[in-house]
């Protein structure tokens, strides 16, 4: 959604809007505690919903620790020598140019 904006003030919009923002005017700003109050009253299963992603997704460990962590194995390698090959063999496949709309 974002190559489909304007501005940096248009996607900021945009994400407004796609979570249920009052404004009605295109790049009018709205205060971060006016947009979840919106929210919250409106909806409270996705405002849940909303609160238990963000948790979930914040208690994760990031990329550098998991690759960290990683230990080599016969198995990890050859998952990755199959992946690897499946991958090469699907270059033969032509796929279709999903964007060419926008």
């Known amino acids: 959604m974002f190559f489909r904006?304007?501005?940096?003030?248009?996607?900021?919009?945009?994400?407004?809007?796609?979570?249920?923002?009052?404004?009605?005017?295109?790049?009018?700003?709205?205060?971060?505690?006016?947009?979840l109050a919106s929210l919250l009253d409106r909806d409270l299963a996705a405002a849940l919903a909303l609160g238990a992603g963000l948790l979930i997704v914040f208690q994760r460990r990031n990329s550098n620790a998991l690759v960290r962590d990683i230990?080599?194995?016969?198995?990890?390698?050859?998952?990755?020598?199959?992946?690897?090959?499946?991958?090469?063999?699907?270059l033969s496949n032509v796929a279709p140019f999903l964007y060419f709309n926008f």
């Open 5 to 35: 904006a304007h501005s940096i003030a248009d996607a900021w919009a945009i994400l407004q809007a796609m979570a249920g923002s009052p404004s009605l005017q295109p790049g009018a700003p709205v205060p971060l505690r006016q947009a």
């Open 71 to 90: 230990s080599a194995s016969w198995l990890v390698a050859a998952a990755t020598a199959a992946a690897l090959t499946l991958s090469v063999l699907q």
